[in-house]
């Protein structure tokens, strides 16, 4: 067995695409081996910001010899009537390199067998690999130089090598040798003997290519810098990322800031230093300190200059932030919702003002659902909730909306609740961050969302599986996981009417009386008819995708069938909850046999004076002792329990009897055994 190496040497490659070029650099090779029968162990790719690098390990010394049959002409074409190969079936048999005797007729067809003999790996590497490299794709592709392919950066050196042989191969102008590249401030270039060096020898010359090492480095060396001070530093999966992929060699650095800076915003700070500027924050005890670690991709012990410069950047940063958060403070943040009259939510649905101002209505609409007498900092938290998108520092830090309108809600003198609820109407931010804690954010939050969905949905622009308009997917998920997460009694589908209702409809131009008559319309179609319905749907389908990672996804359709989940989430949880434990294959078996039966409901009331088999009778009786009052688990067992009584019905009984009257009873009667089933899911889905 044997190993492989290749390694494209590039000028610094955009951090963003290299995650994506070591997932496909993987199934590329993968495939390549897969499709050529060629064994092989594993596939490593590994990659920095100057290099990509595939090791492939227990590689096979050559591709089999394969046998292919191949079709010829028809009998009668290949052979005349003396039963010699025609020009037609000579030509065939010269085309694949066989005599007439290897020629063999089936199915009224000439056949041959062809033998394919194997390649060597050598042979398969050297014409494949150049094709694999450049099939890469990234944003910014472009030609370098006079060359006219097209790669992500300029290729300045190439390694390809097998255990310690040379592999020649040429991508784009770049001939390959076993000669790679250290660190720049480090050895200018390193022979590589064997394809098990690699890594160790990249080491040596301070350039971790393993991301996975590096990433560990990263960590580990903020950490210890950071234990110094006694804190701990700040850092997301996405600061991590990055940092990972614009460094070969990390090596941190602590800086420090003016303590002045801690009087901005925490959120503000520390966005700007991860964010913008790609910095770990550190906290003590709690709290942001002005000491921040960046990762150098620097050899040496002569840090001052650098130091000196990324002080001088944060603080330009930081002092833009100070003059934009003193601009801002002038006036109080109620003074903004006026201004966002200036900016369009979606073509068709107004401004961000009418949102506001639907928001309002929306919360109100929520909290009567759940009973809340007084609603004022809820009614207050939404018409706020969007106002800081008008303030400088947003319009500068975009990432920090509802945090920023937070702090000017506090330093208006807003209520604390109304504060929190501005910052929390965000959330949830991604699929596994926090939801709100308070209900300002949480009914704010989903009235917020809610309106954005229905906007999509009533513009025509629902997502596809190429795009998410205004985050549609996001939202539904966000209403769902607040819904559970505080465990509101809220009916959605009354919401996604009300919604719809408070949308915008007017155009520019029309007479009054023609806004009214197409309002009107527009309001009862979106009601009544598809819009809503599509909407629904849509939730529906993020909800099942939400708790598929704990249910069967057969049981949650099954439970979504029977009734609209969206009407009470808890209530069709725990019917979920309940029937993922049904284990009476007896039970589910006849109420499926029931559904098979009754394509059609029957509108018919049950006359016991019909019945003429004591079975009948027993069912009745049975189906009636079951209590719809009891909690579902105790329902799902009485239904087990009349099991007995339904399986003698079928086995006692003929459904389909001569006798109309009879039959249409036995169909009204399974019609009310379903309506029992039913109550708890839709057993035949299951």
Same mark, same amino acid.
């Given at each position: 067995?044997?190993?492989?190496?290749?390694?494209?040497?590039?000028?610094?490659?955009?951090?963003?695409?290299?995650?994506?070029?070591?997932?496909?650099?993987?199934?590329?090779?993968?495939?390549?081996?897969?499709?050529?029968?060629?064994?092989?162990?594993?596939?490593?790719?590994?990659?920095?910001?100057?290099?990509?690098?595939?090791?492939?390990?227990?590689?096979?010394?050559?591709?089999?010899?394969?046998?292919?049959?191949?079709?010829?002409?028809?009998?009668?074409?290949?052979?005349?009537?003396?039963?010699?190969?025609?020009?037609?079936?000579?030509?065939?048999?010269?085309?694949?390199?066989?005599?007439?005797?290897?020629?063999?007729?089936?199915?009224?067809?000439?056949?041959?067998?062809?033998?394919?003999?194997?390649?060597?790996?050598?042979?398969?590497?050297?014409?494949?690999?150049?094709?694999?490299?450049?099939?890469?794709?990234?944003?910014?592709?472009?030609?370098?130089?006079?060359?006219?392919?097209?790669?992500?950066?300029?290729?300045?050196?190439?390694?390809?090598?097998?255990?310690?042989?040379?592999?020649?191969?040429?991508?784009?102008?770049?001939?390959?040798?076993?000669?790679?590249?250290?660190?720049?401030?480090?050895?200018?270039?390193?022979?590589?003997?064997?394809?098990?060096?690699?890594?160790?020898?990249?080491?040596?010359?301070?350039?971790?290519?393993?991301?996975?090492?590096?990433?560990?480095?990263?960590?580990?060396?903020?950490?210890? +810098?950071?234990? $110094?001070? =006694?804190?701990?530093?700040?850092?997301?999966?996405? !600061?991590? #990322?990055? @940092?990972? %992929?614009?460094? &070969?060699?990390?090596?941190?650095?602590?800086?420090?800031?003016?303590?002045?800076?801690?009087?901005?915003?925490?959120?503000?700070?520390?966005?700007?230093?991860?964010?913008?500027?790609?910095?770990?924050?550190?906290?003590?005890?709690?709290?942001?300190?002005?000491?921040?670690?960046?990762?150098?991709?620097?050899?040496?012990?002569?840090? +001052?200059?650098? $130091?000196? =410069?990324?002080?001088?950047?944060?603080?330009?940063? !930081?002092? #833009?932030? @100070?003059? %934009?958060?003193? &601009?801002?403070?002038?006036?109080?943040?109620?003074?903004?919702?006026?201004?966002?009259?200036?900016?369009?939510?979606?073509?068709?649905?107004?401004?961000?003002?009418?949102?506001?101002?639907?928001?309002?209505?929306?919360?109100?609409?929520?909290?009567?659902?759940?009973?809340?007498?007084?609603?004022?900092?809820?009614?207050?938290?939404?018409?706020?909730? $969007?106002?800081?998108?008008?303030?400088?520092?947003?319009?500068?830090?975009?990432?920090?909306?509802?945090?920023?309108?937070?702090?000017?809600?506090?330093?208006?003198?807003?209520?604390?609740?109304?504060?929190?609820?501005?910052?929390?109407?965000?959330?949830?931010?991604?699929?596994?961050?926090?939801?709100?804690?308070?209900?300002?954010?949480?009914?704010?939050?989903?009235?917020?969302?809610?309106?954005?969905?229905?906007?999509?949905?009533?513009?025509?622009?629902?997502?596809?599986?190429?795009?998410?308009?205004?985050?549609?997917?996001?939202?539904?998920?966000?209403?769902?996981?607040?819904?559970?997460?505080?465990?509101?009694?809220?009916?959605?589908?009354?919401?996604?009417?009300?919604?719809?209702?408070?949308?915008?409809?007017?155009?520019?131009?029309?007479?009054?009386?023609?806004?009214?008559?197409?309002?009107?319309?527009?309001?009862?179609?979106?009601?009544?008819?598809?819009?809503?319905?599509?909407?629904?749907?849509?939730?529906?389908?993020?909800?099942?995708?939400?708790?598929?990672?704990?249910?069967?996804?057969?049981?949650?359709?099954?439970?979504?069938?029977?009734?609209?989940?969206?009407?009470?989430?808890?209530?069709?949880?725990?019917?979920?909850?309940?029937?993922?434990?049904?284990?009476?294959?007896?039970?589910?078996?006849?109420?499926?046999?029931?559904?098979?039966?009754?394509?059609?409901?029957?509108?018919?009331?049950?006359?016991?004076?019909?019945?003429?088999?004591?079975?009948?009778?027993?069912?009745?009786?049975?189906?009636?002792?079951?209590?719809?009052?009891?909690?579902?688990?105790?329902?799902?067992?009485?239904?087990?329990?009349?099991?007995?009584?339904?399986?003698?019905?079928?086995?006692?009984?003929?459904?389909?009897?001569?006798?109309?009257?009879?039959?249409?009873?036995?169909?009204?009667?399974?019609?009310?055994?379903?309506?029992?089933?039913?109550?708890?899911?839709?057993?035949?889905?299951?």
């Amino acid at each position: 067995m044997s190993k492989y190496l290749l390694e494209i040497g590039t000028e610094e490659l955009p951090y963003r695409f290299i995650p994506s070029a070591i997932t496909q650099l993987q199934k590329l090779f993968e495939d390549f081996l897969n499709n050529n029968k060629v064994g092989f162990n594993d596939v490593k790719v590994y990659a920095t910001p100057r290099r990509l690098a595939v090791i492939v390990d227990g590689l096979e010394s050559q591709s089999p010899d394969e046998v292919k049959v191949v079709k010829g002409p028809i009998k009668k074409v290949a052979y005349d009537e003396n039963g010699n190969l025609s020009k037609a079936g000579l030509g065939f048999a010269n085309k694949n390199g066989v005599s007439a005797e290897d020629l063999y007729v089936e199915n009224d067809y000439v056949h041959a067998k062809i033998l394919i003999k194997g390649k060597s790996i050598v042979e398969l590497l050297q014409e494949n690999v150049p094709a694999l490299v450049l099939k890469l794709q990234g944003s910014h592709f472009m030609r370098w130089a006079d060359n006219e392919e097209k790669f992500s950066r300029p290729i300045r050196w190439i390694v390809s090598i097998l255990d310690r042989d040379e592999v020649k191969i040429k991508i784009i102008d770049k001939e390959s040798s076993n000669v790679s590249r250290g660190h720049r401030f480090a050895q200018a270039s390193v022979v590589i003997g064997h394809p098990d060096d690699y890594v160790e020898l990249m080491r040596n010359c301070c350039v971790i290519v393993d991301q996975n090492e590096r990433r560990e480095r990263i960590v580990e060396r903020a950490k210890s +810098e950071a234990a $110094k001070f =006694g804190a701990e530093p700040y850092y997301t999966e996405d !600061l991590l #990322d990055e @940092v990972t %992929f614009i460094t &070969e060699y990390p090596v941190p650095a602590v800086c420090d800031f003016s303590e002045e800076y801690l009087k901005l915003p925490e959120e503000l700070v520390v966005t700007v230093m991860a964010v913008h500027q790609r910095y770990f924050a550190l906290y003590k005890d709690g709290k942001l300190i002005n000491k921040f670690i960046t990762m150098t991709n620097y050899l040496g012990d002569e840090f +001052e200059n650098i $130091k000196a =410069g990324n002080v001088r950047v944060i603080k330009a940063r !930081l002092d #833009d932030a @100070v003059f %934009f958060f003193n &601009e801002d403070t002038k006036k109080p943040l109620e003074g903004y919702v006026e201004d966002l009259k200036g900016i369009t939510f979606q073509k068709g649905m107004g401004t961000m003002f009418d949102k506001a101002q639907r928001l309002v209505k929306l919360s109100r609409n929520i909290c009567n659902q759940l009973g809340i007498k007084d609603s004022r900092t809820i009614e207050r938290t939404a018409l706020l909730c $969007k106002a800081d998108l008008t303030t400088n520092l947003v319009f500068e830090f975009t990432e920090l909306q509802g945090y920023i309108g937070a702090d000017y809600a506090r330093v208006s003198g807003e209520v604390p609740a109304v504060a929190e609820g501005i910052k929390e109407h965000y959330f949830p931010l991604n699929a596994e961050s926090e939801t709100a804690k308070g209900i300002e954010g949480q009914i704010v939050g989903i009235a917020d969302k809610i309106d954005t969905i229905a906007a999509v949905f009533a513009e025509g622009k629902k997502p596809t599986g190429s795009s998410d308009p205004l985050g549609v997917r996001r939202a539904a998920l966000g209403i769902i996981r607040t819904i559970f997460a505080a465990d509101l009694n809220i009916d959605l589908t009354d919401l996604i009417h009300q919604t719809l209702l408070h949308l915008p409809v007017a155009v520019e131009g029309e007479s009054f009386g023609d806004k009214i008559k197409k309002a009107a319309g527009s309001c009862v179609n979106r009601v009544s008819g598809k819009v809503s319905d599509e909407i629904n749907e849509f939730i529906v389908q993020r909800l099942i995708i939400y708790l598929s990672d704990k249910y069967s996804k057969n049981v949650l359709e099954a439970c979504a069938a029977n009734s609209d989940p969206l009407e009470n989430l808890a209530d069709y949880l725990d019917r979920v909850k309940v029937v993922s434990k049904l284990e009476s294959p007896a039970m589910l078996e006849s109420a499926k046999r029931v559904s098979r039966l009754l394509k059609e409901p029957v509108n018919i009331a049950v006359n016991p004076d019909l019945f003429d088999a004591p079975a009948e009778s027993e069912l009745y009786k049975q189906i009636n002792m079951v209590d719809e009052l009891n909690d579902y688990e105790k329902y799902l067992g009485e239904l087990e329990e009349i099991n007995p009584a339904v399986e003698k019905f079928f086995a006692d009984v003929l459904v389909m009897d001569k006798d109309e009257r009879i039959k249409q009873n036995r169909l009204a009667l399974l019609n009310q055994l379903k309506q029992k089933y039913d109550y708890i899911a839709d057993f035949s889905k299951l």
